[in-house]
C-alpha cells in the first residue's frame, strides 16, 4: 500500500468572529486532522468543536451544494453551470432595473456572508453601483437593538474599556462560553472565552451576569440575577434609578458628554428597584448591589447579547443598559490605554461623542412602513412587506447570500407566500436551505479552506493586534464558485464595473478611498484583491503571506486621544424613549400563558450551520424544548415526551427535555430546526421551526421592526397519542 502523501497547514476558521488560527494535516489532497495553532494567535491554541465540523462538510460528511441548481417549472431542481446561471440571472436583474429602477432589486446579507470578506466587499460594490437602498442583512434580525440605541443615544467613539481592563464586567443575556460573541455588544474575548473570564476573575474583576437561564457563563459570576425574560428595561431603568438616587454616577463623565440627566431622572422616578425585583421576580437586594458594584466601578464594562435585544421592549432595554453604562461612565477616556488599534487597518481613536443620528427618520425610507435605514440597512423583518406592497418600488428581486431568511424570519406563512410573489429569487450558498428550496437559482458556493483569506472580519476586534492571511488549502469541487465571483459576474455581465474598497460599519460605500477598480472583461485575482485590501496596513500582503501562522504586532496597541473638539453630545433620555418608559411603568403583567420560552444557542452549529453534522445531530435530532425539571413534575411532562408548544402566533411540535438551569416558568429552545412548516413529526422534520411561534405582524417594535424572538408567552402540552422513548 502506498504511503499517503502528507502535509501540515496553517489557516483559519471561519465559523465565527473568532477566526481560530488551526494547523491541519493534508493527506492525498484531503483534510485529515486539525489542531488549535498557538504559533501568534491572540487566544493561545482554541479551538471548539464547530472548527472539525468546517472539515467534516468539506468532506462530505454532512449536505452539501454542489454545483448550481436552477428551479424547473414542476418545482424540481436541475444543476447548470455557474457561468450559465449568471448568464440568466444577470439578464433578469437588468430587465428588472430598466423596467422598474433600482429598487426592484434587493440583496440579504445572511451570517455565511458575514465570513467571506471579497463576497461581502463586492456586494456592497455591487449594490453602491446599483443604487438600490435594500441592503438587509441578519443584523437587523438579531441585535439591531443596539443600532437604534446609537441612532436614539449617540455613540461614545472611544469605545469601551476591553476586558483585560475591566474592574466590573455585567453582561446581560448573552453566553459567550457558547457562542463566542464578544465586543463591540457583549462583553467577552470571542476566543478562548472561559480563559478570558477566568483571568477576568483572577484579576480581581467582579463579574454580573443576568439571565433567565444559568448559562455556562454564570459560573463565573460573582452575582448572578436570574429573572423572569422580559424585564430588562425595568430591571435597568431600577439600576439607574439607583445610581441617581444615591449619587454613584461619574459627574464628569456625564457633565462633558451627555444630555438629558434632568429628563432620565424623572423618566425613571417611577423604576425604584422593589419594582423591578416584583415584575422580574428576583432579590431587590441583587439590583442594589449590583447598582453598588457598577457605581463604584473604576472601569465599568457593560453589554448585552441576544436575550435583551428579542425579547419585548428590546430597543428600550437595549437603550437603557446603555445609558447605565454612560451614567457611570463605563467608556475609554483620553490617555486610556488601546490593546488593539488594528492591524490591517490601523485607526486613531479619540474621546468624542457623537450625537444621535435618528438615521430611521431619513430617507430613503421603506415602502411598506415609515421608516428609514439603520446603519445603511433597511428592517429585515420587513422584507415580506416590501415585497407585497401595492407600490411600483416593491422589491421583486431577491439576492439571499450566505442566509435563510425564510427561517430567521419567522411567521412562515406571512414570510413563505411574500418570497412566492417574487420575480427573482436567488440563494447564493453552500447548502440547499429553506429559501434555497424555493428560489429560482441557487448558486453553490466555496466553503472555508478552499479559498484564500484574510482575517478582515474580526481585524480590531481581538483582544490583541494580530492578522493572518490563508491560502486555499484544498481543491474546491469542480461546480461551485466563490462568493465574489458571483458579485463580480453578475455586475459585469450587467455592464457594471465595480470597485473593491475596504468598507467598514458606518461608512458610506461610494464615499470611500482608494478603491481598486475591477474591469467587466478579465476576471480580477483574489491574491491580487487580498492585496489591495492590505495596502494601508501594518503590515503589507507578502509579509503576511511568509508568515502562515498569522503575525502578532508588537507594537500594535495605543492610547485614546484627547477630543479633537467639542464633539457631540450622548442624549440619555429623548422624548420618545421617555414615553417608552412611561407606558412600561404602567404596564399591566401578561398573564396569557404559563411559560415563557426564551432564545438559545447550542456549542455544535452556528444558527442552521452545521446543524445536521454528526455532532451536533448526536447531541439534538431535534432542537428540544429544554424545560426546568419542576415544571415538568408539575405538568405531568417525560423526558423525551412530544409536546406542542403553543403562542398566540401559532404552534410547534418537539420533545421535552429536562434542563435545571432554567428558572421555573421559562422554556427555552433554540432555532433554525426542523421545517420551514413542520408536518407534525418533529422526529421526521429534524427539529421544529421556533420561528412558527412568532409574528410578522404582532408585536414588533417601533424604528427597526424588531419581531419577538425571547420572552415569549407560550403554554406546552403533551401532544396527544404522540410518544417517544
Ligand atoms: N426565533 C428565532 N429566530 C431567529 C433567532 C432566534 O434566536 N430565534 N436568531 C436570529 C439571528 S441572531 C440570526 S443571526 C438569524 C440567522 O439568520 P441567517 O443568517 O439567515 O441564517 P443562518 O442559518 O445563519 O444562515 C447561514 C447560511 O450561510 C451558509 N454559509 C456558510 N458558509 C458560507 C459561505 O462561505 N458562503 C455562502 N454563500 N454561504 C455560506 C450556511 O450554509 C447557511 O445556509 O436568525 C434570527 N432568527
Ligand atoms: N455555538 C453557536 N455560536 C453562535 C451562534 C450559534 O447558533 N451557535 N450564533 C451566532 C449568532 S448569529 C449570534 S447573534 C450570537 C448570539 O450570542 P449570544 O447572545 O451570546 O447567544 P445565546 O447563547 O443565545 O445567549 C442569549 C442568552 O440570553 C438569555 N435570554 C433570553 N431571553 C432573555 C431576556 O429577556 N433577558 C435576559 N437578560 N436574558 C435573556 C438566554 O437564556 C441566553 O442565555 O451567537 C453567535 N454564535
Ligand atoms: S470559536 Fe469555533 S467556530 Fe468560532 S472560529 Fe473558533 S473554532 Fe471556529
Ligand atoms: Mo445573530
Known amino acids: 500500500m502506498a504511503t499517503p502523501q502528507t502535509s501540515t497547514v496553517k489557516t483559519f476558521c471561519r465559523n465565527c468572529g473568532a477566526q481560530c488560527s488551526m494547523e491541519i494535516d493534508i493527506e492525498d489532497g484531503r483534510m485529515a486532522r486539525a489542531r488549535p495553532d498557538a504559533t501568534a494567535s491572540p487566544y493561545g491554541g482554541y479551538m471548539c468543536p464547530k472548527g472539525l465540523a468546517a472539515i467534516d462538510l468539506h468532506n462530505g460528511l454532512e449536505a452539501r451544494v454542489l454545483s448550481s441548481l436552477k428551479r ?184 462633558r458628554w451627555c444630555i438629558q ?21 428576583v432579590p431587590v437586594e441583587q439590583i442594589e448591589l449590583a447598582a453598588q458594584w457598577l457605581g463604584n466601578a473604576a472601569r465599568p464594562l457593560m453589554g448585552s447579547g441576544t436575550g435583551p435585544s428579542m425579547a419585548d421592549h428590546s430597543n428600550l432595554a437595549d437603550h437603557m443598559i446603555e445609558t447605565v453604562n454612560a451614567l457611570i461612565g463605563g467608556y475609554r477616556r483620553a490617555g486610556d ?90 440563494s447564493l450558498d453552500c447548502r440547499q436551505n429553506e429559501t434555497g428550496g424555493l428560489a429560482d437559482y441557487v448558486i453553490g458556493t466555496t466553503q472555508q479552506f478552499e479559498r484564500p483569506e484574510i482575517t478582515a472580519g474580526g481585524d480590531s476586534m481581538y483582544p490583541l493586534p494580530f492578522a493572518q492571511y490563508t491560502p486555499a488549502i484544498v481543491p474546491p469541487p469542480p461546480g461551485v464558485i466563490d462568493d465574489w465571483e458571483f458579485f463580480w459576474g453578475v455586475a459585469a455581465r450587467m455592464g457594471i464595473p465595480l470597485t473593491l474598497k475596504y468598507w467598514q460599519y458606518g461608512l458610506n460605500y461610494a464615499e470611500i478611498a482608494p478603491g481598486m477598480t475591477l474591469g467587466v472583461g478579465e476576471k480580477p485575482d483574489a491574491d491580487d484583491m487580498l492585496r489591495f485590501l492590505c495596502s494601508q ?98 405538568d405531568g411532562i417525560d423526558e423525551n415526551q412530544m409536546v406542542d408548544i403553543i403562542s398566540s402566533a401559532g404552534s410547534a411540535r418537539s420533545l421535552a427535555r429536562a434542563d435545571d438551569r432554567l428558572r421555573r416558568g421559562v422554556v427555552s429552545m433554540t432555532h433554525m430546526f426542523g421545517k420551514l412548516i413542520g408536518s407534525g413529526d418533529p422526529l421526521l422534520d429534524g427539529g421544529a421551526n421556533v420561528g412558527q411561534l412568532t409574528s410578522l405582524t404582532h408585536d414588533l417594535q417601533p424604528i427597526n421592526f424588531m419581531p419577538r424572538f425571547s420572552a415569549i408567552p407560550v403554554d406546552v402540552r403533551p401532544a396527544i397519542g404522540a410518544r417517544h422513548e
Open 337 to 426: 490605554p488601546i490593546r488593539n488599534v488594528g492591524t490591517l487597518r490601523p485607526k486613531q481613536t479619540f474621546e468624542l461623542a457623537v450625537s444621535p443620528s435618528r438615521s430611521f427618520a431619513s430617507e430613503p425610507k421603506c415602502v411598506s412602513q415609515d421608516t428609514g435605514p439603520l446603519m445603511g440597512e433597511l428592517p429585515t423583518a420587513l422584507i415580506p412587506g416590501e415585497i407585497t406592497a401595492d407600490h411600483p418600488d416593491r422589491i421583486r428581486a431577491l439576492i439571499v447570500f450566505g442566509g435563510d431568511p425564510l427561517m430567521a424570519l419567522g411567521d412562515p406563512a406571512v414570510a413563505k407566500s411574500a418570497f412566492e410573489q417574487l420575480e427573482l429569487l436567488v
Open 537 to 634: 496596513g501594518a503590515v503589507d500582503f507578502d509579509t503576511l503571506r511568509a508568515n502562515p501562522g498569522g503575525i502578532r504586532r508588537e507594537n500594535g496597541g495605543g492610547e485614546v486621544l484627547a477630543p479633537p473638539g467639542d464633539g457631540g453630545r450622548l442624549e440619555l433620555c429623548p422624548s420618545d424613549v421617555a414615553g417608552e418608559l412611561a407606558a412600561l411603568a404602567c404596564a399591566t403583567p401578561e398573564t396569557s400563558h404559563r411559560y415563557r420560552l426564551t432564545c438559545r444557542r447550542i456549542a455544535e452549529a452556528v444558527n442552521s450551520a452545521f446543524r445536521d453534522s454528526a455532532r451536533a445531530r448526536k447531541r439534538h435530532p431535534v432542537n428540544y424544548l429544554f424545560m426546568n425539571p419542576d415544571d415538568m413534575r408539575v
Open 261 to 281: 440627566l434632568e429628563a432620565l431622572r424623572a423618566a425613571v422616578a417611577p423604576f425604584p428597584p422593589c419594582l423591578a425585583a416584583d415584575r422580574a421576580d
Open 72 to 255: 424547473t417549472a414542476d418545482g424540481r431542481y436541475t444543476a447548470i453551470a455557474a457561468g450559465a446561471a449568471l448568464d440568466e440571472i444577470a439578464s433578469k436583474l437588468s430587465l428588472l432595473l430598466e423596467k422598474h429602477g433600482p429598487r426592484s432589486i434587493a440583496v440579504y446579507h445572511g451570517t455565511g456572508a458575514y465570513r467571506s470578506v471579497l463576497g461581502g466587499l463586492l456586494e456592497r460594490a455591487w449594490v453602491s453601483e446599483l443604487g438600490t437602498p435594500n441592503f438587509f442583512s441578519s443584523m437587523t434580525i438579531d441585535q439591531s437593538a443596539k443600532w437604534v440605541t446609537a441612532a436614539r443615544l449617540g455613540i461614545m467613539a472611544s469605545g469601551k474599556h476591553a476586558m483585560r481592563d475591566a474592574d466590573v464586567i455585567m453582561l446581560a443575556g448573552g453566553n459567550p462560553i457558547v457562542s463566542h460573541q464578544g465586543v463591540p455588544y457583549a462583553v467577552s474575548e470571542t476566543g478562548a472565552p472561559a480563559k478570558a473570564f477566568e483571568a477576568a476573575r483572577a484579576r480581581g474583576c467582579k463579574i454580573i451576569i443576568v439571565d433567565p437561564r444559568r448559562t455556562e457563563t454564570a459560573r463565573f459570576a460573582d452575582l448572578f440575577i436570574q429573572p423572569l425574560p422580559g424585564h430588562d428595561a425595568v430591571i435597568f431603568a431600577a439600576i439607574a434609578h439607583a445610581l441617581l438616587r444615591d449619587d454613584r454616577i461619574d459627574h464628569a463623565f456625564c457633565e
